[in-house]
């Protein structure tokens, strides 16, 4: 008999896809801003100048949820160029929304995993910082290993963020912020803002979002760390 070629490792996601009905609105703005706003995903490298028509410095937010975060960042600050990354098809319509109310043309949507994309599509050194914000926690010990920050995905955000560029993580699960802290130590790529297992006060150019005011309101505890990418 011949041998079977082996198959490769499956891929743990750190998502689950559950797609949801899109509402009337988020339909309409698919249809109408995902050819203004959206960026299909390829095998190939992108050019960030070329993309956005300008040599602004690119952030990324991987996995920006319902879009608030991204699309308030992308107002405040139209000298910065955005790429939003996110699987699920709800979050994708509701930002387009919102970029179409804001009028925001520095930003580019991704629908596809985060992990792909920087494998994949980002070139090295391409990207000024990187935003992970309250990210599954995956909270049952047993589904850990689905939690996005890992030793691998560490090393690719060092390839594609540039010498002097940052990483910033925000979580509500103090269990994951310390996993986090452990993760983001072992690496020499990057450095600890506020200083070895310290966590950083929230930066004014990350937005409160509704989620966030709502866990505030509950008693909830939210760590943000900062790393910055050695030069």
């Given amino acids: 008999m011949a041998e079977q070629p082996s198959r490769p490792p499956r891929q743990i996601r750190s998502y689950v896809l559950r797609e949801g009905r899109l509402t009337p609105g988020q339909q309409r703005a ?19 100048a070329a993309l956005y028509g300008n040599p602004q410095p690119l952030f990324i937010e991987i996995g920006f949820g319902n879009g608030e975060s991204l699309a308030e960042m992308a107002r ?64 049952k010990k047993r589904h850990h290993k689905r939690r996005i920050l ?22 509500d699960w103090q269990d994951y912020a310390e996993q986090m802290m452990d993760v983001l130590l072992t690496t020499p790529a990057f450095v600890n803002r506020v200083g070895n297992r310290r966590y950083s006060e929230r930066p004014d150019d990350r937005p409160l979002t509704k989620f966030e005011r709502r866990g505030q309101r509950l008693g909830h505890g939210v760590w943000d760390l900062v790393f910055d990418r050695c030069e």
């Fill in 30 to 48: 698919f249809d109408l801003f995902w050819p203004r706003w959206g960026v299909e995903y390829g095998a190939t490298s992108v050019d960030p």
């Fill in 76 to 139: 405040r600050n139209p000298e910065r160029n955005y790429l939003g990354i996110e699987v699920h098809r709800p979050g994708v319509g509701q930002l387009l929304r919102m970029l179409d109310e804001y009028g925001c043309e520095n930003v580019r949507v991704m629908r596809h995993d985060a992990v792909e994309v920087l494998n994949g599509m980002l070139p090295p050194a391409s990207v000024q910082g990187i935003y992970l914000f309250f990210p599954d926690p995956w909270h």
């Fill in 150 to 171: 890992s030793a691998a995905f560490v090393a690719e955000l060092a390839r594609v963020i540039k010498p002097g560029g940052f990483f910033h993580a925000a979580t």
